[in-house]
């Protein structure tokens, strides 16, 4: 049982003496700016960067066109620790924003040692279109490679209107389904765009068959939350720093007492906290 007194404590050094110091100063500035109220800026963490492959190897995000497409997986972040190993999770893919059309298929991946894939499927919408004679779509599953993938294509009509579709709000295309594995504190339901993957990669096409250019936006998966993120949104921010400023100065059993925010675990929240989530501040984890 933790004394709720304060004791002399030494701080477990991070590297070297002066790593250290310089730790404690930067999480007391923080800290100091949050309790006064003080306004200061911090920049926002860049959002993660969905690339595209390039000729020479390299990488650079991918363009959107100026319909502003986009492509997503809902939800943005499945973190729950009851996803435990051997149950299945659902994602979604949607689209935004897209006018006219009249082909696609999108790919999810996912780290294979950390969640099989095991089925895809468009969704009812899709189902009634293919019952009414408009368009056909297939689904491929590939446990080794961990990815789900679903192509859909419109047939021209007796009357000779191409079916299409054009949405300003989100509209569903499909869902991903995927076996959890083991524990991971992040991993990610990967938008395969088709500059990464060319024969089977996410790819639109309008009833004109121009090809339209998007943003993908991936998702992200956690069973486990890293200590220093303390609302588990899986970066590292000031809000972090905030919930830690909130129960600055107890211990375990006191009044006020979070255990979430004690991300050292030594059962008091104090410039050690501090200084650990200072350490990874501005990651995403």
């Known amino acids: 049982m933790f004394s709720?007194?304060?004791?002399?404590?030494?701080?477990?050094?991070i590297g070297d003496h002066?790593?250290?110091?310089?730790?404690?100063?930067?999480?007391?500035?923080?800290?100091?700016?949050?309790?006064?109220?003080?306004?200061?800026?911090?920049?926002?963490?860049?959002?993660?960067?969905y690339k595209t492959s390039t000729a020479d190897g390299g990488y650079t995000p991918a363009v959107s066109g100026s319909s502003g497409t986009t492509i997503f997986v809902s939800p943005a972040l499945l973190a729950?620790?009851?996803?435990?190993?051997?149950?299945?999770?659902t994602v979604s893919v949607f689209i935004s924003n897209v006018t006219k059309l009249d082909a696609w298929e999108f790919k999810i991946k996912v780290d294979p040692s950390v969640l099989k894939a095991v089925d895809a499927d468009a969704t009812p919408f899709w189902d009634t279109q293919q019952a009414q004679g408009k368009g056909s779509y297939i689904v491929q599953v590939n446990e080794t490679l961990g990815t789900d993938f679903v192509y859909w294509v419109s047939y021209r009509q007796?009357?000779?209107?191409?079916p299409s579709l054009t949405t300003t709000v989100p509209f569903q295309l499909g869902t991903a389904k995927f076996q959890v594995l083991t524990t991971t504190k992040d991993a990610a339901f990967h938008v395969v765009t088709d500059q990464e993957d060319p024969h089977f990669g996410t790819i639109l096409i309008d009833t004109s068959l121009n090809y339209i250019y998007y943003t993908p936006a991936d998702g992200s998966f956690a069973n486990v939350r890293a200590p220093w993120d303390i609302n588990w949104d899986l970066k590292v921010d000031v809000v972090d720093l905030a919930s830690v400023a909130r129960s600055y100065g107890t211990?375990?059993?006191?009044?006020?007492?979070?255990?979430?925010?004690?991300?050292?675990?030594?059962?008091?929240?104090?410039?050690?906290?501090l200084s650990l989530i200072a350490s990874h501040f501005g990651q995403n984890i």
Not at 251 to 270: K, S
């Open 158 to 162: 007796p009357n000779g209107v191409i």
């Open 80 to 89: 729950n620790a009851s996803l435990t190993v051997g149950m299945n999770v």
């Open 251 to 273: 211990t375990q059993g006191a009044p006020g007492w979070n255990p979430t925010t004690d991300a050292n675990g030594d059962g008091h929240v104090d410039i050690a906290d």
């Open 4 to 13: 709720s007194q304060a004791s002399p404590r030494t701080i477990q050094a």
């Open 18 to 49: 002066a790593k250290q110091v310089k730790m404690v100063l930067k999480a007391s500035v923080l800290i100091f700016a949050i309790c006064s109220s003080i306004a200061f800026s911090i920049h926002p963490i860049p959002a993660r960067s």
